[in-house]
């Protein structure tokens, strides 16, 4: 599943009239690049949940022919934040545990590594990266492999992961935040993660799209 309802203010003015995924890096809309990524880790079934500008989600996905997968897109009339959107998806992601990507993040994580993930007894597994500048204290302790436990490092969330549908047992359907369901799993010993130290970027204002650009072509 890839999260694309959010409103994108503090990309503003670059999402006065466009969904934040669709904002292009070096040429190409974000959400462009989740998909041919996402199709050559070999995922042929992908969800998109859209809201704000959501017709043009709908539009540039398609049914997902163009991208060599099938294509569902998830209208929500008004934005159910993470949590909520994926309850709301949930019939469409089936009884195995589903691959989530936030649409407004760039990263060179091999996203195969989702798709062959086993999460055991897990409720979700999370791609963690070292805290940026904007979130030095990062979102929770990694030691070994689990997230939560022992006395590790802090890290920062990618917004790239694994979850099951256990995750969102007995949530209410509605306007739902992911934090308290990712801390829940903390206390029952059911969160694993793991440390991506290569590229990646929230891009979450015009500043930091700026500097991922000047970091894309200082790689080429």
């Known amino acids: 599943m ?13 999402t006065d009239d466009k969904p934040k995924p669709l904002i292009e890096v070096s040429g190409k809309p974000l959400l462009a690049f ?44 008004t934005p159910l934040e993470t949590a909520g959107g994926i309850l709301n998806a949930l019939p469409l992601l089936g009884s ?6 936030n649409g407004d993040v760039f990263t060179d994580y091999p996203l195969d ?35 939560g436990e022992g006395a590790g490092s802090r890290a920062t969330f990618s917004g790239v992961s694994v979850m099951c549908k256990a995750l969102f047992a007995g949530l ?17 010993r059911s969160l694993s ?13 015009p500043e930091r799209l700026a500097t991922l650009e000047i970091s894309l072509r200082d790689r080429a």
């Open 34 to 77: 989740h998909l041919e990524r996402l199709v050559a880790a070999g995922f042929t079934d992908i969800v998109v949940n859209a809201s704000y500008h959501a017709q043009q989600i709908v539009d540039y996905c398609g049914d997902g022919t163009r991208w060599g997968c099938r294509i569902d897109v998830v209208v929500e009339p």
């Open 172 to 188: 209410v359907p509605g306007k739902s935040a992911l934090r308290p369901r990712l801390d829940a799993a903390v206390k029952s």
């Open 113 to 147: 590594r989702l798709r062959l993930h086993d999460l055991g007894s897990d409720r979700a597994h999370l791609v963690m990266v070292p805290n940026p500048e904007h979130h030095p204290e990062g979102d929770f302790e990694l030691s070994n492999g689990r997230i």
């Open 96 to 101: 195995e545990p589903f691959a989530v990507v």
């Open 2 to 14: 890839i999260l694309a309802a959010g409103e994108g203010r503090r990309m503003r003015p670059l």
């Open 193 to 205: 993660g793991e440390l991506w130290s290569g590229l990646w970027s929230d891009v979450g204002t």
